[in-house]
T-cell receptor, first 110, second 119 residues
């Protein structure tokens, strides 16, 4: 049972906008930044969003993050086939005194 | 090139220990904490703990306290993760990763090391 809750799957067609949710609690998302990672099949994760809504250099503007209260979301606009991957949210948890991840969302581009 | 390079795949018997290494290239090793994250086959990411490269102090997730040791050797810019009393459900890919400071985003990951513990 993950500390952060994500839908197990999401899907969209090329060009569409999709959103992936991440629900937590006051000890993690409610108190700390949210991070989002993309994991392509067979590879290590890659940072997509940090400090809840910031993009590292090299990450396309199609990816955006937001946070409100104890929930966060990742939005991908102009969906492309190469976006097909697993997406994980993460946040530091003050009660557990560690980093917690969501269970991951498998995004399929139809 | 800025990267973390991990040691190769391991196959261990139940009850044995494994040590995975993680060598840093292209940046000042002591500027970033090294964290360890594992991923069982077909499963999600699980944070195990981290080590302060300056002091060597380590902090572990509650689940792994008493069963894991994280260390570093600054002279060769390498971090280590030793997991003891291996069980079949420890079969996973183990990643090292860096974070600027004790709390923050993981901005660089190693390539992963598969540890297999056949039952």
């Amino acid at each position: 049972q993950s500390a952060l809750t994500q839908p197990p799957s999401a899907s969209g067609t090329p060009g569409q906008r999709v959103s992936i949710s991440c629900s937590g609690s006051g000890s993690n998302i409610g108190s700390n930044y949210v991070y989002w990672y993309q994991q392509l099949a067979g590879t290590a994760p890659r940072l997509l969003i940090y400090r809840s809504d910031q993009r590292p250099s090299g990450i396309p503007g199609r990816f955006s993050g937001s946070k409100s209260g104890t929930s966060a979301s990742l939005a991908i606009s102009g969906l492309r086939s190469e976006d097909e991957a697993d997406y994980y949210c993460a946040a530091w948890d003050n009660s557990l005194n560690g980093l917690v991840f969501g269970g991951g969302t498998k995004l399929t581009v139809l | 090139q800025v990267q973390l390079v991990q040691s190769g795949a391991e196959v261990k018997k139940p009850g044995a220990s494994v040590r995975v290494s993680c060598k840093a290239y292209g940046y000042t090793f002591t500027d970033y904490f090294i964290h360890w994250v594992r991923q069982a086959p077909g499963q999600g990411l699980e944070w195990m703990g981290c080590v302060n490269p300056n002091t060597g102090a380590a902090h572990y997730a509650r689940k792994f306290q008493g069963g894991v040791t994280m260390t570093r050797d600054t002279s060769i810019a390498t971090a280590y993760m030793e997991l003891r009393k291996l069980r079949a459900d420890d079969t996973a890919v183990y990643y090292c990763a860096r974070v600027f400071g004790p709390v923050g985003e993981i901005d660089l990951w190693g390539q992963g090391t598969l540890v297999s513990v056949p039952s």
